[in-house]
């Protein structure tokens, strides 16, 4: 089985169906539009959406990260950290297992879209040799009905 190491205790390693609630919930804490549960049990068990967890022994789960692999492409869809547990590199360890696993596959360059004004995902990206490639202003709705400019970050794999 696929496992990683994580921080305090906690490892990664990729997502099962069961976890599809867990994951749902932290999504939703981590961002303003939420996505259904059934969309992320149909990823979890699908091709080409792998989905991976950090979780302790018990399978709690702290944060998760969500690829989609399409050819030599492949694309950070979402990854969220339990507000409680960030800050202590559990969005780093996640980060870590995903460029790990995609040696395993024909991706050689990542991609991800992130609200232009989020900091803290912006200088994670940076730190794992991200950088912008364009922007695309408008792209995200906001709860006060304003939108939020994406920046699109690339970097190659492997
Ligand atoms: C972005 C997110 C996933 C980061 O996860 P995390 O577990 O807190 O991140 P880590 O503890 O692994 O931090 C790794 C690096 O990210 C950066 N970082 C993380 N939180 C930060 C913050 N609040 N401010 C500035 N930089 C931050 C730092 O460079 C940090 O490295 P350092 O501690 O050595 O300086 C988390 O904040 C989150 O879930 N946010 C809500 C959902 C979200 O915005 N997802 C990204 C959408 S594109």
């Given amino acids: 089985m696929k496992l990683w190491m994580g921080p305090a205790g906690l490892h990664v390693e990729p997502a099962q169906g069961r976890d599809a609630d867990a994951?749902?919930?932290?999504?939703?804490?981590g961002f303003y539009r939420g996505w259904p549960r059934e969309d992320f049990a149909a990823y979890i068990t699908g091709e080409g959406t792998p989905v991976y967890v950090a979780c302790d022994a018990k399978r709690r789960i702290a944060g998760f990260a969500m690829v989609r692999l399409?050819?030599?492409?492949?694309?950070?869809?979402?990854?969220?950290?339990?507000p409680r547990w960030r800050g202590k590199g559990v969005g780093a360890a996640l980060l870590r297992a995903v460029f790990d696993d995609l040696l395993m596959t024909p991706a050689r360059r990542m991609f991800l879209e992130v609200a232009a004004d989020n900091a803290a995902a912006i200088r994670l990206y940076g730190k794992f040799g991200f950088v912008k490639v364009s922007e695309r202003k408008g792209y995200y709705p906001r709860p006060d009905g304003s939108p939020a400019t994406a920046i699109v970050m690339a970097r190659d794999l492997g």
């Fill in 70 to 82: 399409v050819g030599a492409e492949a694309e950070l869809i979402t990854i969220a950290v339990d």
């Fill in 23 to 29: 994951v749902a919930r932290l999504h939703a804490q």
